[in-house]
């Protein structure tokens, strides 16, 4: 089994249009999306039967409504992509703050892989 949370992830947030950074270095326009992923497997007896990725994802904007907009089209690419027979999620905190006139919505994920 091969680890693909990562990719299904990216893939599901580019696909809803969603701008998809690496880190906020890289980008200077707003909003963007940011990500962070600790990958970790399941293990038992028998060997590596799945994988669960803690994830971290940022969205961030100078405009209250569009960061709200950008979350709900996270979540909603994450539910349509990332809750089948392969892959499950659980989202365990949403937090939202602004610095500056920046808006930040900060939403940690449970990512569960097991095919």
């Not at 007896?45 to 996270?74: C, E, F, M, N, P």
């Not at 392969?86 to 940690?108: M, P, Q």
């Amino acid at each position: 089994m091969t680890e693909s949370i990562r990719s299904t992830l990216v893939s599901a947030l580019r696909n809803a249009g969603v701008c998809l950074v690496l880190s906020e270095a890289e980008t200077k326009r707003y909003p963007f999306v940011t990500y962070e992923m600790t990958v970790n497997p399941i293990r038992d007896k028998d060997g590596v039967h799945g994988y669960t990725g803690l994830t971290t994802i940022r969205v961030v904007s100078d405009d209250t409504d569009q960061v709200d907009q950008i979350r709900a089209t996270v979540e909603g690419a994450i539910e349509d992509s990332m809750r089948n027979e392969t892959y499950s999620n659980r989202l365990t905190a949403i937090d939202k703050d602004c610095l500056d006139g920046v808006w930040t919505i900060e939403l940690s994920y449970t990512f569960r892989q097991i095919r």
